[in-house]
């Protein structure tokens, strides 16, 4: 089997990844390990997706179906309960080994590969917890996906460590099914979630969130009985006498995502640390030829609506390199996070670049005012005054780096604190 785009991954990112080099002309295969497309969606029942794409408040299926109808409408081939095994790169192609029931294991040939895996959930084994390993411990997104899809409870009694948006919202959501939620307990000094969700989902249901605090032990043999809390000191070592047993069945865990990569471990990418997906460049593009990245696989979003944008651009460009539309090897120089952003995505410029450039970062510590400077050789490109930024809130802002010079050194990316 051959095609000019091959997608992997039928979440917000693939979906948009799918229509994007559709419509600009390509033959995309969109292949999906689930049987139905809308990926983590299908299980996010709450409302508040879309603002940005339709203009509407809808929930996490409803923005699904909208864009998988937007698919189905188009020329793409979707196949569903098929597993991307392996990738390996060509001289002008990838080779993907794929497999599913009707075809067990088979070839598929891309010109290009765009990559939309999205993201997977750190569980209690990387955080060393102690105790035996009870039922009852659970990822926030596994207690999303019993109750909204399989309609089971994952307990009665529930305490929640870590305060990822993910945890806050299925404290909510376990409240509103008629289980206790004890309280949030979170590690660092400042909930790692957005503040809309600390207000709807904790404070709205008196749910308490306890900062600098974790859990120690878990205790139970066959079932969760209960967890030891305790409270932490600035270096994070637990405080003696603030230890405190609390009877429950279940412990719930929201302590981060990883961008799902390791298949494409075999084309060696190179990767960022600190987003931990590959570097790209504004269209989505790897250090590998051919292969583009986006949605949480590359890096975790906060709002779907920038998911299916990343989603848009990275296929759309697939398409016009499948069709050798667009330089395989332009110039592209390094963007360089400094100061106070933690990061920034995309990490490199293809020049020249005539159209915005969507670029993502987040603040290390919350800034009230903030200056954003991008500068080459010593000259500003932009410059920019920021309001009220915050490590839980990514910013996505569309730059105008048009004047940035091919042969010139890197982009260095200043976020600096401007004092009141
Ligand atoms: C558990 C969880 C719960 C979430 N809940 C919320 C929420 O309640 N509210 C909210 O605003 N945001 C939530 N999010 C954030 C949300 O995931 C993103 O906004 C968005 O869904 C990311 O889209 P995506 O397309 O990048 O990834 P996903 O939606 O995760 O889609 C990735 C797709 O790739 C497929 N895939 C992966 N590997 C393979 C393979 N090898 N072969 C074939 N297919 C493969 C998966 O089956 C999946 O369908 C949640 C995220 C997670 C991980």
């Given at each position: 089997m051959k095609c000019?785009?091959a997608?992997?991954?039928?979440?917000?990112?693939?979906?948009?990844?799918?229509?994007?080099?559709?419509?600009?002309?390509?033959?995309?295969?969109?292949?999906?390990?689930?049987?139905?497309?809308?990926?983590?969606?299908?299980?996010?029942?709450?409302?508040?997706?879309?603002?940005?794409?339709?203009?509407?408040?809808?929930?996490?299926?409803?923005?699904?179906?909208?864009?998988?109808?937007?698919?189905?409408?188009?020329?793409?081939?979707?196949?569903?309960?098929?597993?991307?095994?392996?990738?390996k790169?060509r001289?002008t192609s990838f080779l993907l080994?794929?497999?599913?029931?009707?075809?067990?294991?088979?070839s598929l040939e891309a010109r290009?590969?765009?990559?939309?895996?999205?993201?997977?959930?750190?569980?209690?084994?990387?955080?060393?917890?102690?105790?035996?390993?009870?039922?009852?411990?659970?990822?926030?997104?596994?207690?999303?996906?019993?109750?909204?899809?399989?309609?089971?409870?994952?307990?009665?009694?529930?305490?929640?460590?870590?305060?990822?948006?993910?945890?806050?919202?299925?404290?909510?959501?376990?409240?509103?099914?008629?289980?206790?939620?004890?309280?949030?307990?979170?590690?660092?000094?400042?909930?790692?979630?957005?503040?809309?969700?600390?207000?709807?989902?904790?404070?709205?249901?008196?749910?308490?969130?306890?900062?600098?605090?974790?859990?120690?032990?878990?205790?139970?043999?066959?079932?969760?009985?209960?967890?030891?809390?305790?409270?932490?000191?600035?270096?994070?070592?637990?405080?003696?006498?603030?230890?405190?047993?609390?009877?429950?069945?279940?412990?719930?865990?929201?302590?981060?995502?990883?961008?799902?990569?390791?298949?494409?471990?075999?084309?060696?990418?190179?990767?960022?640390?600190?987003?931990?997906?590959?570097?790209?460049?504004?269209?989505?593009?790897?250090?590998?030829?051919?292969?583009?990245?986006?949605?949480?696989?590359?890096?975790?979003?906060?709002?779907?609506?920038?998911?299916?944008?990343?989603?848009?651009?990275?296929?759309?460009?697939?398409?016009?390199?499948?069709?050798?539309?667009?330089?395989?090897?332009?110039?592209?120089?390094?963007?360089?996070?400094?100061?106070?952003?933690?990061?920034?995505?995309?990490?490199?410029?293809?020049?020249?670049?005539?159209?915005?450039?969507?670029?993502?970062?987040?603040?290390?510590?919350?800034?009230?005012?903030?200056?954003?400077?991008?500068?080459?050789?010593?000259?500003?490109?932009?410059?920019?005054?920021?309001?009220?930024?915050?490590?839980?809130?990514?910013?996505?802002?569309?730059?105008?780096?048009?004047?940035?010079?091919?042969?010139?050194?890197?982009?260095?990316?200043?976020?600096?604190?401007?004092?009141?």
């Open positions: 000019d785009v997608v992997i991954g039928s979440g917000p990112a693939g979906m948009a990844a799918s229509e994007s080099a559709s419509l600009a002309g390509a033959s995309v295969c969109l292949i999906e390990r689930e049987e139905r497309m809308g990926g983590v969606l299908k299980q996010c029942v709450h409302d508040g997706f879309g603002l940005f794409r339709f203009g509407e408040k809808l929930t996490g299926p409803e923005y699904a179906w909208r864009y998988a109808q937007k698919v189905r409408a188009l020329p793409v081939d979707f196949m569903g309960s098929t597993y991307l095994k392996t990738v790169k001289e080994e794929l497999v599913n029931s009707t075809h067990g294991v088979f290009t590969l765009v990559t939309a895996m999205g993201c997977r959930e750190r569980t209690d084994r990387q955080i060393f917890l102690h105790g035996e390993r009870p039922a009852g411990v659970f990822t926030a997104g596994q207690a999303q996906h019993f109750i909204n899809i399989r309609g089971l409870m994952p307990g009665r009694r529930c305490v929640i460590l870590g305060s990822g948006d993910i945890g806050l919202i299925m404290a909510r959501r376990l409240t509103l099914e008629g289980a206790e939620v004890e309280g949030v307990y979170e590690v660092g000094e400042r909930c790692s979630g957005l503040p809309r969700n600390v207000a709807q989902c904790l404070e709205d249901y008196d749910i308490p969130l306890h900062l600098r605090s974790t859990v120690r032990t878990i205790h139970g043999r066959e079932r969760v009985e209960a967890v030891t809390v305790a409270q932490l000191d600035e270096e994070g070592h637990p405080l003696n006498g603030t230890e405190r047993r609390i009877e429950c069945d279940a412990l719930i865990l929201s302590v981060g995502l990883i961008p799902e990569n390791d298949l494409l471990a075999p084309l060696e990418p190179e990767m960022d640390p600190v987003t931990r997906g590959p570097v790209v460049d504004q269209w989505g593009q790897t250090s590998v030829p051919g292969l583009f990245s986006c949605g949480n696989a590359l890096q975790v979003y906060d709002l779907v609506d920038h998911v299916s944008e990343s989603g848009h651009r990275a296929g759309k460009a697939a398409a016009l390199l499948a069709e050798q539309s667009l330089a395989t090897r332009a110039p592209r120089i390094p963007i360089h996070a400094q100061d106070f952003a933690s990061y920034i995505v995309p990490q490199l410029l293809q020049c020249p670049s005539s159209e915005m450039v969507s670029m993502a970062f987040r603040p290390k510590t919350p800034i009230e005012k903030a200056s954003l400077r991008i500068v080459q050789d010593g000259q500003d490109l932009v410059c920019q005054t920021l309001h009220w930024l915050r490590p839980a809130e990514m910013q996505n802002l569309p730059l105008d780096l048009s004047q940035a010079n091919p042969q010139g050194p890197g982009l260095e990316f200043h976020l600096e604190q401007v004092m009141p």
